[in-house]
């Protein structure tokens, strides 16, 4: 009678495949079978009994992967890592949803992607990223494995949790990990824009990290933050000593001018990070962002020592209305004049008159190198300053 029941239970285990042992897969299933019994009282608010249930189904789905990702080995490879993952989701019954599917009726409990990466130039890293709904966006995790004597570990986790607004979530979120320097080094850059279910003026934030003590504790870089119209997108890109991200925000200097192109742009040097060139994707944009700065940082772009600091002034002063005149491209290239009107913000609407700037660029670099009220000749033309070069 023993040999019999050990007999089956062998058969049992040879013929069963191993995804439908996958207790994390059912595990997950059953979190987000309780994440679509939450009902959705306020747009933006999450509910309380969703709360603890995001956080579980995160950890659920990365604990879920590193399973995989070592029963794979040391030679793991991304793509049959999420292979063998998507399996073990669809054998606890779990599909991924796109927007079509779940838009009709946004509730919580569904996961929107699953991505598996593995760094160019970087055979001993493995990035896991994963987005689940949360009503009207997703919120993303990412987590950096290094494999390890044969064993692959978490080295860094990106994730939020306990959010009581879904605003509090990593939605619409970019990463890129760098190549390796000289020494091995790398970091991880992510970019993100926070959730909200209207309006398209939000904030994307970004981020450069290097691991550090724990996961959760990496060293932080770099951390930064701006406005964005994000209908426009945003793109990252990282090299093995800088990264640069572009994104579509406001025109101060102009309010008609509804957006234009904005550049972060750092070099990674350690620990350390510092912006450089160029500071906007078009002159027109270079101007407005001069404008705006502390004079001690404007002063290192302006190429004359004397009106400069007084027109900066006037530039960016909230308490006067400014419009473009032209932005005129000169002769040769490389070199844009920029006419600006400047009036008093009252009843009065005072006309002061026009700042006309000579910019140049060298290499990535805009520089103002004229800056008055007279037009220099050689530059003619008046042509309207909308969009970017």
């Known amino acids: 009678m023993i040999l019999r029941v050990f007999f089956y239970l062998l058969i049992f285990c040879i013929v069963v495949p191993a995804p439908a042992f996958s207790q994390q897969a059912y595990n997950i299933a059953d979190t987000l079978q309780q994440l679509r019994q939450v009902e959705i009282e306020e747009d933006n608010e999450v509910p309380a009994a969703a709360i603890p249930l995001l956080t579980r189904l995160k950890h659920d789905l990365v604990a ?12 793991a490879q991304a793509s049959a890592a999420q292979e063998e993952l998507l399996r ?5 019954n779990i599909q991924l949803k796109d927007w079509d599917d779940w838009i009709a009726r946004p509730i919580y409990g569904f996961i929107h992607q699953l991505d598996v990466t593995q760094p160019s130039g970087h055979p001993d890293l493995m990035v896991f990223r994963s987005a689940i709904f949360i009503q009207c966006d997703d919120d993303s ?10 064993h692959w570990d978490m080295v860094i986790a990106v994730e939020s949790n306990g959010y009581k607004q879904i605003s509090g979530g990593l939605g619409e979120l970019l990463y890129q990990v760098s190549p390796p320097d000289a020494d091995g080094r790398w970091f991880l850059v992510y970019a993100y824009v926070n959730p909200w279910c209207t309006s398209n003026w939000q904030t994307i934030y970004f981020r450069v990290l290097r691991p550090g003590a724990t996961p959760k504790k990496p060293v932080v870089v770099l951390s930064r933050k701006e ?4 209908e426009a997108g945003a793109t990252l890109e990282a090299a093995r000593d800088s ?31 510092t912006r450089i060139p160029p500071l906007a994707g078009s002159a027109a944009g270079f101007l407005d962002e001069w ?5 001690r940082k404007a002063a290192r772009w302006s190429r004359i020592p004397k009106f400069p600091r007084a027109g900066h002034h006037m530039l960016g002063s909230t308490s006067l209305y400014h419009e473009f005149d032209f932005d005129q491209p000169c002769p040769g290239g490389n070199k844009w004049q920029i006419g600006v009107k400047v009036s008093k913000l009252d009843k009065s609407d005072l006309m002061l008159g026009t700042l006309i700037a000579t910019v140049v660029k060298e290499g990535e670099s805009y520089f103002i190198t004229q800056l008055g009220h007279k037009r220099p000749d050689g530059c003619p033309g008046n042509r309207q300053a909308w969009g970017d070069e």
């Open 227 to 230: 406005e964005i119209f994000r």
């Open 291 to 295: 404008s705006h700065m502390p004079w």
């Open 64 to 75: 879920l992967f590193q399973q995989v990702l070592n029963e794979g080995g040391p030679g």
């Open 88 to 92: 073990r989701l669809q054998a606890a």
């Open 141 to 150: 995790s990412i987590y950096v494995f290094q494999k390890r004597k044969g």
């Open 243 to 273: 990264f640069r991200l572009d994104f579509d925000a406001g025109q101060e200097l102009d309010a008609g001018v509804l957006i234009r192109t904005h550049v972060a742009r750092y070099r990674i040097a350690g620990n350390r990070a």
